[in-house]
């Protein structure tokens, strides 16, 4: 009677880890359907240093939806413009509600896709910096006014 405790106990353990193993092996992996127009990633800590968005990398769609922020308007999902909480750290860290996101259309996606530009400041239409992630948060890049001004 004990040893079939002890086992079923054994048993339980080994599946519980093995769940966890799966689930910390699933969080690592790369998310994004659109690897083709994938401007080179920076981290956080080297987005105010690094190369920005070339217009040769930057999507139409982002431009588009760039010049929407800049415009304010109208965004075609419910979702834009809401508040983007930096909860992983991955761009520089700034007081709650200085973050919003908004949608970049991926034509190949079902839903909103993984793509999205995150901007930063007190005024919407005029932010202090914007982001682009083409991989829903896992990498982004800076995106310079200069560059793309408003359509």
Same mark, same amino acid.
């Given at each position: ?12 353990? $080994? ?7 799966n %689930?910390?092996? #699933? ?7 659109? %690897?083709?127009h &994938?401007? &080179? ?10 190369p920005?968005?070339?217009?040769a990398t ?7 939806? !760039? $010049?929407?922020i800049?415009? /304010? /308007?109208?965004?075609? #999902?419910?979702?834009? +413009?809401?508040?983007?909480?930096? @909860? *992983?750290k ?5 007081? @709650?509600? !200085? #973050?919003r ?8 996606? +079902?839903?909103? +896709? $993984?793509?999205? =530009?995150?901007? /930063? /400041? ?9 982001? !682009?992630?083409?991989?829903? !948060?896992?990498?982004f890049? *800076? =995106?310079?006014? *200069?560059?793309?001004? $408003? %359509?």
């Amino acid at each position: 009677m004990k040893n079939k405790k002890y086992l079923s106990t054994v048993i339980f353990i $080994a599946l519980l880890l093995l769940i966890i193993f799966n %689930q910390i092996k #699933y969080h690592n992996v790369p998310k994004s359907n659109d %690897q083709n127009h &994938s401007p &080179s990633p920076v981290s956080s800590q080297q987005s105010r240093k690094s190369p920005h968005v070339s217009n040769a990398t930057f999507p139409d769609e982002a431009r588009q939806t !760039y $010049a929407l922020i800049l415009n /304010g /308007g109208p965004f075609p #999902y419910r979702q834009d +413009g809401v508040t983007f909480y930096n @909860r *992983e750290k991955r761009l520089p860290d700034m007081p @709650r509600n !200085y #973050y919003r996101e908004y949608t970049v259309k991926t034509p190949s996606a +079902g839903d909103r +896709g $993984a793509r999205r =530009i995150v901007c /930063g /400041g007190k005024m919407p239409k005029k932010p202090d910096i914007c982001y !682009y992630t083409p991989d829903h !948060y896992r990498t982004f890049t *800076e =995106i310079h006014h *200069e560059t793309f001004p $408003a %359509q």
